[in-house]
């Protein structure tokens, strides 16, 4: 791996990996949390007036969709100057009578003040990893914290003067009992002018809502009204802030294809638009006379989506505004008219999907269902063609062995076997370079003065030998693939949230608990595990250290001793980056090195080539000595 000029080529190689390795980290951690810690506060100094509501594009100008945030106001109206106190969570679910929900996936309830389903708890998911800790909470009512809730309605056509069911309509449960995937909920209200609303909702044992609209005409004249659907959340959530994940508005719209727009791009735009205009307090995406596809709001592992009928057109919008220092989200649609003849009845039907972002189940409602591109709402990323084979090939391993952590491992001598032809003949190239540092000192000796002829000498005694210099950097290059792979199935998949190791390792998606500073536990002092929470080095990115410096010692030793000092320090480097990454990928990457060692130590014996590991330990260490000696 290590000559004069080809040298200087794995040198450069090493260094520029190492530093794309902590770009990488900046870029997908370290930046995007500042960025978003600068936009909040940036965003809580700006001042703004309050926005009347919009029409969605192409909704006559007599009937509104909801707009987000107007929960203190009727629909279309100008909202409050002041904030309303806010409730609990608890207080605003008693304010609204309830019908319950009671599935094995779901608990919550469905507001018969306006007809919002606004209370979801996942029933499999919890907060923590401890058995003990509450339920993870999805939707919650308008009026207290984190408000976040999906309604359908009408709109009516110009001309039409009729009451339509809004916020503050009570309905009447037609059934008895909760929402269960056995027994659906049928909601009605009669507005006093012939018109007779009625809703059936359906869930069925996951996480998909059917809800069914239907408009009793009896009042005398033939009617149209304008079906629509919408999801809200009040407030900008706390997000992870990682690139590699995508977290705010998402749809696949029509023929548009997947459209992701993050809450901070939105606030940007509203901030932008204030400065141009006060009362434009609001920034939108709007996509007319669409055809199949979705929308919604997705977090890391959760996500709500709007599914229309996927033959019938619609038109769009992921959208928000902001009021009284506080922004609010929405996406909705609204599809075309539906006109009820006197004595008639019209009908409107759209689906809901409400949870767990779970491969089996999303990939299962894409197929059954025919819904376009939803298992888009899984952040594959655009190398999507390698990271869910992956994620498969994982998932199937783990159903027999049990174990997210164990699968990782079996992973990892596959990827291994794999490249076991390339491996090998990169790591005999090494251990026929290392055999031959003799004779190339002998060059650099001879030829001191004169560096052309040194690097003639050195590459004829590399073809004599039939040594590729280039070929000590495959091993490490070729797992680089593997290696952003298994970061994105990590971070991004839900089947890694809470998948236990073996030992502390609770939860494969989040760092190694334990810590250097805090002696891994042994000393509880409150300060310390407080300070050691955003500098973690947990023993498995220690260990992932000690075997890359170990695997590197029986590596050909580089000419130039600050050059081997770079390759010696920087598995210590290495340590303190991956620290924070998750514990899985640390694990994979420790088990890696074993497998590598034990590869490469074997292939060196064959070829007869020394490896005087505690020579390398002694030259490494060294310098450090040395200060410690001087300190004395």
Known sequence: MFSQQPDQKNLLAAIALSMGVLLLWQYFYAGPKQKEEMERQARLKTMTTQQQGQTVPGTPATGTVPVPGAQTAAPGSAAPAVPVKEMTREEALKATPRVEIET?????????????????????????????????????????????????????????????????????????GALTPTSPVVLSWNNGQGLTFRRTVKLDDNYMFTLVDDVENKSGKELTLYPFALISRHGTPKIEGFYISHEGLIGVLGTEGL???????????????????????????EFKNSTGGWLGITDKYWAAALIPKQNQEYDARLWARREVEKNYFQVDYRQPGVTIASGATGTAETMMFAGAKEVRIVDGYRNSLGIKQFDSIIDWGTFWYFTKPLYLLLDWINRIVKNFGVSILIITVLVKLLFFPLANKSYESMAKMKKLQPEMEKIRERFKEDKARQQQETMALYQKEKINPLAGCLPMVVQIPVFFALYKVLFVLIDMRHAPFFGWI??????????????????????????????????????????????????????????????????????????????????????????????QYLIMKKNNVDIPLMENMRKTFKPLLGLLQRSK
């Open 104 to 176: 094995p996936a779901l608990r919550g309830s469905i507001s018969l003040r306006g007809g919002r389903i606004d209370d979801l708890k996942l029933a499999k998911y919890r907060d923590t990893v401890q058995p003990s800790s509450p339920n993870v909470v999805l939707f919650s009512p308008s009026g207290g914290p984190d408000a976040y809730y999906a309604e359908k309605g009408w709109v009516p056509a110009p001309g039409i003067d009729q009451r339509m069911p809004d916020k503050d309509t009570v309905w009447t449960a037609e059934t008895k």
């Open 259 to 285: 459209k992701e727009i993050g809450y901070a791009e939105l606030t940007g735009e509203i901030d932008k638009n204030i400065k141009r205009n006060p009362a434009n307090a609001s920034a939108f995406r």
């Open 506 to 599: 609770k939860d494969l998606s989040a760092p190694d608990p334990t810590s250097l500073f805090n002696l891994f536990g042994l000393l509880p002092i409150p300060a310390i595990e407080q300070f050691a929470l955003g500098h973690t080095i947990g023993a498995w990115a220690i260990v992932m250290g000690i075997t890359m410096w170990l695997q590197m010692q029986l590596n050909p030793q580089q000419p130039d001793p600050m050059q081997q000092a770079i390759f010696n320090w920087m598995p210590v480097m290495f340590t303190v980056m991956l620290g924070g990454f998750a514990s899985g990928l640390v694990i994979y990457w420790a088990w890696s090195n074993i497998l590598s060692i034990g590869q």
